[in-house]
């Protein structure tokens, strides 16, 4: 079968719409996937990237220095308050990324759990 030009410019004019629907699929899923990663509450994951580590205790001592001297909250989703306020007095302060540290520097001394069964331990 011969190809004319009419036909090249079907096969792409086709080509490009297959393409351009691949990428907003892909941007779908990757929204999808977002959504689905903000939606998800990890205790002392102050930075909402799915660990518990010494980034979030910065996060929340920077938190914690930004609403004490009147600027105003540093984290711009609420989820980040959520995670933050470890030990679920409402606030995030030194207490909150003193657990969190603590807590890090269980689990990366051989330790696993989720910051929940931890505290649980530590109580009492």
């Given amino acids: 079968m011969k190809f004319t ?9 086709n080509v490009m719409t297959l393409k351009t629907q691949a990428m907003a699929m ?17 205790l002392g994951d102050a930075n909402l990237d799915g660990r518990v580590d010494a980034v979030d205790a ?15 909250t540093t984290f711009t989703d609420p989820q980040h308050k959520i995670n933050a306020d470890v030990n679920k007095d409402k606030k995030v302060d030194a207490k909150d990324a003193s657990l969190v540290l603590s807590f890090y ?5 051989g330790g696993s759990g ?9 109580a009492g």
């Fill in 5 to 13: 030009d009419s036909h090249n410019v079907v096969l792409v004019a």
């Fill in 114 to 122: 989720s910051m929940e069964d931890w505290l649980a331990t530590q």
């Fill in 58 to 72: 910065s996060a929340i001592l920077r938190e914690y220095a930004s609403l004490s001297t009147s600027q105003g």
């Fill in 26 to 42: 892909m941007a779908a899923v990757a929204l999808c996937a977002a959504s689905a990663q903000a939606a998800v509450s990890v």
């Fill in 105 to 109: 520097a269980f689990l990366s001394t």
